[in-house]
């Protein structure tokens, strides 16, 4: 999808949100599609919620780091009926063993990004996994 024209794409991504409506798992598919998106280096400020870009914009901008993956994520999630109702959270984090990053986003009692290829219940999250920041995502629909 990410390879196509603009309208292309969000055309692919609205098929993609339809398809989340009945999947059987909704949100692996979503961590898949956020997982298959071209990688850059640098993109928006993580810091700074005002740098956030609209979905659409997301999707025109193309270039996905792993905190602009965690975003799309999020809005393919929000942009749907299943999960419009639901809150978002996303938590810049930090392991205290590791020293390591991570960009993680809480839906229900679910966590996305800290294992890259399925979400994880919020129980299953280590200690030393530490928010550092943490981001309510306003509703979409």
């Known amino acids: 999808m990410f390879e196509l024209p603009y309208e292309q794409k969000i055309d692919a991504w609205r098929c993609l949100r339809l398809s989340l409506e009945d999947s059987v798992n ?6 898949d ?4 998106a071209p990688v850059v280096e640098r993109s928006i400020n993580p810091w700074n919620q005002k740098d956030f870009p609209h979905p659409w914009e997301l999707i025109q901008q193309n ?3 792993d905190f602009c993956r965690i975003l799309l994520i999020c809005y393919t999630l929000q942009l749907t009926d299943r999960f419009s109702t639901k809150d978002f959270e996303i938590h810049i984090s930090t392991d205290t063993d590791s020293s390591e990053r991570m960009y993680l986003l809480h839906v229900s009692n679910l966590i996305i990004g800290y294992d890259n290829d399925c979400a994880i219940s919020k129980k299953d999250l280590p200690d030393t996994v ?3 920041r943490i981001y309510q995502m306003p509703k979409l629909l």
Do not use: K
């Open 130 to 132: 530490v928010s550092q």
């Open 63 to 65: 270039r996905y780091t």
């Open 26 to 31: 909704p949100i692996q598919d979503a961590v």
């Open 33 to 36: 599609f956020g997982n298959s």
